[in-house]
């Protein structure tokens, strides 16, 4: 009888190579995150290359004399291919290519190899396949041989896996259907956002550095039954769930893709529809990884990608998240803030604080409502019960006294 093998896919060692321009930048810190990155993408790293410049080398990303150092390591470490810190262009990854003979890959390509992975419904798949085609578009040359060494691994997964040995053209074609089934998509988010907006629902989104705790925060607050995982991008489609605060009061609640270091910028263009959701949100969620002795760092770069989509002038909640791991006596601020609270979403710990401040904000947004209405017109106090706050409620002769905090939209009822 014929044996029966079980094919499976060759695990990736990479050498991860990064450029340092300055002193004390954090070139360090951003090949750690690379990383992760790459075991999130079943890749191990075996081995890290930091070249000091002044700047990026134009045709092979680091200077011609470290090659000879990164020939070396390759063959020391037995290594399956390199991963460079930064996009490549087409010329530094073929260069590269044909210099080291090996796979090429840059963080651009380990990112989206995850997305790809991570793809579950089929707007995601849509807006991942399209950043993967945009990515490859302008890298054909330099792909096939590449590709072509090993039978699987990063950048060979997903919705674009078929596509890589097609031409420009069927790649300009294939972009051009996905962008109108993106099209469709973007006009189904639009008129269910106009839905929220027509019932007076306000809306918050949740934002923060991968791995922060977004999904967590979510699920005990919602019962959303998000997948929880400690991993970058464990969840990359964007769920909403309603959250009934205690005085009746309904807000919703969006979670959107976490950010990270040099957030492919094809990505950005392809999810833009999803990260969306936060600049027409009312309110913005911030949640930190406190533990994170980077948090101050990916604060800033939460802010700098909420700023590049357009999120402004918004109220913030940040949220302090992993105050069990929190060295005692570390004071963290954001000053951005409208408010700060520290909390452990996995323990439920500060989530009926986190419910308190949302009820502040919708309250801070409505007006106060005092108004007789006609027996005929009850219906009217049901709808201020579900979208506003009832807070007196009386059966008098000449018909129903309110007292309620309103919209402003509502207040003319």
């Known amino acids: 009888m014929a044996e029966l093998f079980e094919n499976k896919e060759t695990q990736e060692r990479v050498i991860l190579v990064g450029v340092s ?37 134009p045709g092979y990303y680091v200077g011609t004399g470290k090659l000879d150092e990164l020939k070396e390591m390759i063959a020391l470490y037995d290594a399956t291919g390199i991963v460079c810190d930064d996009e490549l262009t087409p010329a530094q990854m073929k260069n590269l290519n044909m210099e080291l003979d090996i796979k090429v890959m840059d963080r651009t390509l380990v990112i989206l190899d995850i997305f790809a992975e991570r793809a579950n419904t089929s707007e995601g798949k849509i807006q991942v396949e399209l950043a993967q085609l945009r990515y490859r578009a302008t890298r054909l040359v330099g792909f096939g041989r590449s590709m072509s060494r090993l039978g699987g691994g990063i950048g060979t997964r997903g919705p674009g896996e078929k596509k890589l040995e097609i031409d420009r053209r069927l790649i300009k074609q294939r972009i051009s ?41 979510l699920n005990h607050l919602t019962d959303a039954k998000v997948l929880e995982e400690d991993q970058l991008f464990a969840t990359l489609d964007p769920t909403t769930r309603n959250l009934k605060l205690e005085s009746g009061q309904e807000i919703l609640l969006t979670d959107t893709v976490g950010f990270i270091r040099k957030l492919p910028h094809h990505l950005i263009e392809a999810f833009k529809s999803t990260l969306e959701e936060a600049k027409y949100a009312d309110y913005i969620i911030h949640v ?42 570390e004071v963290i601020k954001d000053l951005r803030a409208e408010k700060t609270l520290n909390i452990q979403a996995g323990n439920n710990v500060g989530l ?31 709808l201020i019960r579900k979208y506003g706050e009832l807070l007196t409620e009386e059966y008098r002769e000449d018909g129903i006294y309110v007292k309620a905090y309103v919209t402003k939209e509502m207040y003319n009822i």
């Open 21 to 57: 321009l300055c002193d004390g930048d954090d070139t360090e810190d951003s090949l750690e995150e690379l990383k992760e990155l790459c075991k999130t993408a079943h890749a191990t790293t075996v081995g890290v290359c930091i070249q000091n410049r002044e700047q990026v080398h």
């Open 288 to 329: 930190v990884d406190a533990s994170n002795p980077q948090r101050e760092k990916q604060m800033h770069i939460v802010y700098e990608t909420l700023e590049q989509l357009g999120v402004t002038g918004k109220k913030i909640l940040t949220l302090f998240n992993k105050q069990d791991l929190v060295e005692k006596n």
């Open 352 to 382: 009926d604080l986190v419910c308190e401040a949302l009820e502040e904000f919708l309250r801070g947004d409505k007006v106060l409502l005092e108004k007789v209405f006609h027996y005929e017109d009850a219906g009217k106090i049901q």
């Open 177 to 217: 259907q996905l962008k109108k089934e993106l099209a469709e998509v973007v006009k189904h988010r639009e008129v269910a956002r106009m839905q929220r907006e027509r019932n007076h629902i306000k809306v918050a989104a949740i934002v923060g550095y991968t791995n922060a705790g977004k999904s967590t925060l």
